[in-house]
């Protein structure tokens, strides 16, 4: 922990958020595997979609009031041509073999961007999370469905985003 008037070096400060991201990736897994238990697969990742579908709507509010999203550094290692290398939550899904429910976190960012603005939604073209070696992202316009069931935390959201819908 810094002292009140020390300087955190860049690279520190990036080793510290990635730490914290780290955690928060492990927290996803751990409810996720305790829904899916308790309730069994389908119900489990249908409970597991509508918590990050909610959990994207509060992110995509706070950031449409003008607070921060995301973090400049420590989330991801090299962002290069739109293209996302290195993922800390990637990794940490694919650390502990749970690629499947981990990638069912991806879905805060058609969540959040929709809770910004409904009219579209960001969308993974490729996900790292699922095994692919990036994440890539599109911006497309949503349909009347998609808004209605994401207004309604509909039980089959997640086919907002085919890309995650396809490995979750």
Not at 150 to 162: E, G, I, L, Q
Request: proline share 4%; glycine share 6%; with cysteine.
């Amino acid at each position: 922990m810094a002292e009140k008037d020390e300087v955190v070096p860049l690279k520190e400060a990036a080793r510290e958020v990635e730490t914290a991201m780290t955690r928060v990736a492990l927290l996803h897994l751990s409810f996720s595997k305790t829904l899916i238990e308790e309730f069994g697969e389908e119900k489990g990742k249908e409970m597991i979609v509508k918590s990050v579908l909610e959990y994207g709507k509060r992110v995509g509010e706070r950031a449409k009031r003008g607070l921060p999203d995301l973090p400049k550094y420590g989330i991801h290692r090299k962002l290069v041509s739109g293209r996302v290398y290195d993922c800390v939550f990637a990794r940490t899904f694919q650390e502990y073999g749970e690629q499947k429910i981990g990638c069912l976190y991806c879905y805060v960012d058609p969540a959040k961007s929709m809770a910004g603005d409904p009219m579209r939604k960001t969308i993974h073209t490729t996900c790292a999370a699922c095994g692919d070696d990036y994440c890539m992202f599109e911006q497309v316009a949503t349909t009347e469905k998609e808004r209605r069931d994401f207004s309604n935390k509909h039980k089959d959201w997640k086919y907002v985003d085919p890309r995650l819908a396809r490995d979750s």
